[in-house]
């Protein structure tokens, strides 16, 4: 894919996962809600200039599902899939937590 610039497009899910970490972190400190809200951005935006970079999700191959790679800023999984010459970021999960439960919890509240 070489010197390709790829748009990256966070969906509302995606913004929203994001927002409500770094509320919860920065009712500890504000100075480090700010540096992993940059290293997470940071880390998204290299996908720009390549964005197969991160592995497919482990838990979506055992479903035939390719499409959606996953970047790790641990403790979090940032979710994405590439469209064309657009990165949409479709999720931010902690790790921690069990992701099929989360996806199917918001599947079923249409979220």
Request: glycine residues 4%; positive net charge; contains cysteine.
């Amino acid at each position: 894919m070489g010197n390709n610039k790829f748009e990256i497009l966070w969906t509302e899910v995606a913004e929203s996962d994001l927002s409500e970490i770094i509320e919860f972190i920065a009712q500890d400190s504000t100075n480090m809600a700010l540096k992993i809200l940059a290293k997470i951005k940071v880390k998204t935006s290299q996908l720009n200039h390549s964005p197969e970079r991160g592995r497919v999700v482990p838990e979506f191959k055992k479903f035939n599902i390719n499409s959606i790679r996953e970047l790790i800023e641990s403790p979090w999984r940032i979710f994405y899939k590439l469209e064309g010459s657009i990165v949409y970021i479709l999720c931010v999960i902690d790790s921690r937590r069990n992701v099929e439960d989360i996806l199917l919890n918001r599947f079923l509240r249409g979220k």
